[in-house]
């Protein structure tokens, strides 16, 4: 699916309904014209019990895109009190490691909003690259510094600083886990999107069987679908450019960094 512009999963979804539609309002006409055996009610009721299906699993689609939406905000908000930690306590690095340990984190923070601002699905991997040669970089610092004393108080602040950075670690490799290889099972999208044309079939069929003519709310209904089938597309993209996931702490980090070293300069 991510090979695909969203407006082309919108709009192969709708054309894919109405033939669905069109299909099964030619069918029930056909079988009308051929016999008047086959009753409105029972087509009624089948009818009715796929479209239960189709809500079902499509309410259960959403879900779960809906959930993983929520699990990566609160993995910014992780992320950013996790960077935030190893930022301060970089505090305790001897220069030039301090210096360049805040200038690696900066780096990490713009490397990341940099990728979710491009909306490019190759900037998000780019990054994640980055994040983690940025993340050995500081953690090598962080080891040679803590072993020139192992007996000292500063020391033991080094291995707060590890626990901070080891930290860090573990929230990258969980957005990782969630924004990038946390996808909808290509199975689910075959199971949903057959479901749709079972359903589209039955309300053509049954339109036809009741005598109806074809009406202007079926392409109303095909909106419908189209439009919440591209919701949960949007959601289950990582880079999110329909539906991004708010990167303002890492934003508010950012600035707090940056104000700091600003800060510093003029000191000096």
């Given at each position: 699916m991510d090979a695909l512009a969203l407006w082309i999963v919108s709009a192969a979804t709708l054309v894919a309904i109405l033939v669905g539609i069109e299909g099964g309002y030619r069918l029930g006409r056909a079988t009308r014209a051929r016999?008047?055996?086959?009753?409105?009610?029972?087509?009624?009721?089948?009818?009715?019990?796929?479209?239960?299906?189709?809500?079902?699993?499509?309410?259960?689609?959403?879900?779960?895109?809906?959930?993983?939406?929520?699990?990566?905000?609160?993995?910014?908000?992780?992320?950013?009190?996790?960077?935030?930690?190893?930022?301060?306590?970089?505090?305790?690095?001897?220069?030039?490691?301090?210096?360049?340990?805040?200038?690696?984190?900066?780096?990490?923070?713009?490397?990341?909003?940099?990728?979710?601002?491009?909306?490019?699905?190759?900037a998000v991997q780019r990054a994640v690259v980055q994040s983690g040669d940025i993340q050995?970089?500081?953690?090598?610092?962080?080891?040679?510094?803590?072993?020139?004393?192992?007996?000292?108080?500063?020391?033991?602040?080094?291995?707060?600083?590890?626990?901070?950075?080891?930290?860090?670690?573990n929230?990258?490799?969980?957005?990782?886990?969630?924004?990038?290889?946390?996808?909808?099972?290509?199975?689910?999208?075959?199971?949903?999107?057959?479901?749709i044309m079972l359903s589209m079939v039955a309300v053509g069929y049954h339109t036809a069987i009741a005598g109806s003519r074809r009406s202007w709310m079926m392409l109303i209904l095909g909106l419908s679908f189209s439009l919440v089938i591209t919701l949960i597309a949007a959601l289950d993209r990582p880079q999110g450019g329909y539906v991004p996931v708010s990167q303002q702490p890492l934003e508010e980090l950012r600035s707090a960094i940056d104000a700091a070293v600003a800060g510093q300069k003029v000191a000096h």
């Open positions: 016999s008047e055996d086959e009753k409105e009610s029972p087509v009624s009721a089948i009818a009715g019990t796929i479209l239960a299906m189709l809500a079902f699993i499509m309410a259960f689609t959403f879900g779960i895109v809906s959930d993983r939406y929520d699990a990566r905000k609160a993995l910014v908000l992780e992320e950013a009190n996790a960077i935030r930690t190893a930022w301060l306590r970089s505090a305790f690095l001897p220069e030039p490691d301090r210096g360049e340990a805040v200038a690696l984190l900066r780096q990490y923070v713009e490397g990341r909003l940099s990728s979710v601002r491009s909306g490019d699905f190759a050995r970089r500081l953690w090598d610092m962080a080891v040679v510094n803590a072993r020139k004393d192992m007996n000292s108080d500063v020391a033991a602040l080094y291995v707060d600083a590890l626990n901070a950075l080891n930290a860090l670690t929230v990258h490799a969980s957005r990782v886990s969630v924004g990038i290889h946390g996808r909808m099972p290509a199975g689910i999208w075959i199971a949903l999107y057959a479901l």
